[in-house]
């Protein structure tokens, strides 16, 4: 099995498109774009895309049309990951909520480690 190189497929103008349309038309816009991105990596990138073909088709037992439709999903998915990351970085982060799930988890292990001290 082929070693990932840690290298973007994206390019720098690829980037600045997205941070444009993140600034200038909204994100609900970058994502509109970004179906079009998805569909280009679902179907010009063969050689990742067998991979995770695999994955779905021998690993999860999907179909062949569900399998296809998931790699969609998935580049979908972690482009607007890299959207609201891009748009968090860029000043944006009053467009977006946060919800911190076993946040009490941790205050109390703060306040106990303050307590015995």
């Known amino acids: 099995m ?17 941070v444009w349309c993140i600034r200038n038309i909204g994100i609900r816009s970058s ?3 970004l179906y079009f991105v998805a569909a280009y990596y679902t179907l010009f990138q063969k050689k990742s ?12 037992g999907y ?3 569900q399998a296809k439709a998931s ?10 990951v890299l959207i609201d990351k891009t748009a968090i970085s860029a000043g944006l982060r009053e467009k977006y909520t946060y919800e911190f799930d076993g946040i009490e988890n941790l205050r109390n292990l703060l306040a106990a480690k303050k307590e015995a001290c």
């Open 49 to 60: 895309n067998q991979y995770i073909l695999y994955y779905f088709r021998e690993r999860l």
């Open 2 to 18: 082929n070693k990932w190189k840690g290298k973007s497929k994206g390019t720098v103008l690829g980037y600045r498109i997205f």
């Open 71 to 80: 790699i969609f999903k998935s580049y979908f998915t972690f482009g607007k």
């Open 31 to 33: 994502y509109g774009v």
């Open 63 to 65: 179909g062949y049309r």
